[in-house]
Nanobody, 129 residues
Framework: QVKVVESGGGLVQAGGSLRLSCTAS????????VGWFRQVPGKEREAVSC???????????YYLTSVKGRFTISRDGAKNTLYLQMNSLEPEDTAMYYC???????????????????WGQGTQVTVSS
């Protein structure tokens, strides 16, 4: 079975940085579309950043408009780990962040996550003002 585990969340002051990690087992991340979503209680889940599998003819990378220039998604094939580097954090970034492996539709200006994808348990990010 595929298992996805996020880590790296925590409490940070506005303007600070945090790096989230997503380690997967039972699947090779380089061969899958992967992404990060976040959700706040009472609000809709939203895609933060997504990237196609390595070698995809589409090679799409998506970033939520509000995080462009501040967040960077990356993947380390040797470690089979997905990262989300978050800089210049704002209180509005406070949310539960989820890693998703496969089950994604990615375009330059959108990323849709489907139920059949592999979702992690989430890691909490809290940014104080």
């Amino acid at each position: 079975q595929v298992k996805v585990v996020e880590s790296g969340g925590g409490l940070v002051q506005a303007g600070g940085s945090l790096r989230l990690s997503c380690t997967a087992s039972g699947v090779t991340l380089d061969d899958q579309a992967v992404g990060w979503f976040r959700q706040v209680p009472g609000k809709e889940r939203e895609a933060v950043s997504c990237i196609d599998w390595v070698g995809s003819k589409f090679s799409n990378t998506y970033y939520l408009t509000s995080v462009k220039g501040r967040f960077t998604i990356s993947r380390d094939g040797a470690k089979n780990t997905l990262y989300l580097q978050m800089n210049s954090l704002e209180p509005e970034d406070t949310a539960m962040y989820y890693c998703v492996v496969d089950g994604l539709g990615i375009g330059a200006d959108y990323c849709t996550g489907y139920s059949f994808g592999n979702w992690g348990q989430g890691t909490q990010v809290t940014v104080s003002s």
